[in-house]
């Protein structure tokens, strides 16, 4: 199983200048409101994509009064006219592209969209062109100190699918149902968590020189900033 893995979009994250901020909480807003709809429920005790929406907000350091007005929105209805749409598409060097938008405009995200693939070399695909090779599972990157072992036997323990140990640390997968749980469990045994959240990874992972990372991974960048997009997942490994 391959793909992006996370690490390079969180050293930009922790980068970003503060003016950022107001983006990414915009886009934290859009995943809990998606997270509501999709689950039925703006109980995060019965609703698991919400407690993980909310828990990322937390995480990033969007003030709770933030997260607590975003639920009464939701839930009196005052969340807006919006959706989610699932774009698929190819970047180049035959990497494999799926976006995630929550929009109030379909046209203008789509044209937005349209355009980065365009422009750096790549173009949208038809329904089904590229998901077929993503599986959604919960992902949880811990940093590297000197209990990684142990961090990866609570994991497997806690019932984790899969961990894997890269030079930042771990990666450990789950089920997503499964992803707040087992992060509680690895917080209590003093693991520092770098990012938890529900990705879709690639089975058909494209491996890349040196030499085209920049372009690919430019592209990733791009479809991340953009104000609809709230999640990028590529076939690129990166």
């Known amino acids: ?31 809990i409101n998606i997270a509501i709809k999709e689950g039925g429920s703006g109980d995060p005790n019965t609703n698991y994509k919400l407690k993980t ?14 997260i607590e007005r975003t639920l009464k929105n939701a839930a009196s209805g005052q969340a807006g006219q919006i959706q989610e749409i699932l774009y698929e598409g190819y970047g180049p060097f035959g990497t494999a592209f799926l976006v995630e938008a929550v929009t109030d405009n379909p046209n203008r995200t789509t044209n937005n969209i349209k355009h980065l693939f365009s422009k750096a070399g790549g173009n949208l695909g038809s329904r089904g062109s590229v998901s077929w090779q993503f599986e959604t599972k919960g992902q949880i990157l811990v940093e590297r100190d000197n ?10 323990d806690a019932g984790a699918e899969d961990v894997r140990e890269s030079k930042e640390g771990l990666e450990v997968y789950t089920k997503p149902e499964n992803l707040s749980e087992i992060k509680q469990k690895l917080i209590g045994a003093g693991a520092k968590i770098a990012q938890a959240e529900i990705i879709k990874e690639s089975n058909q992972g ?22 609809d997009v709230i999640s990028v997942h590529t076939s690129a490994n990166l």
């Open 1 to 31: 199983m391959s793909g992006h893995s996370k690490w390079a979009q969180i050293k930009r994250s922790k980068g970003a200048a503060d003016q950022k901020k107001g983006l990414l909480f915009s886009k934290l807003t859009k995943k």
């Open 147 to 156: 209990n990684l072992s142990n961090f990866e036997l609570i994991a497997i």
């Open 206 to 227: 494209v491996d890349l020189t040196e030499e085209q990372k920049p372009k690919v991974d430019a592209l990733f960048a791009e479809l991340e900033n953009d104000e």
């Open 53 to 66: 929406a909310i828990e990322t907000a937390k995480d990033a350091g969007m003030p709770n009064e933030n």
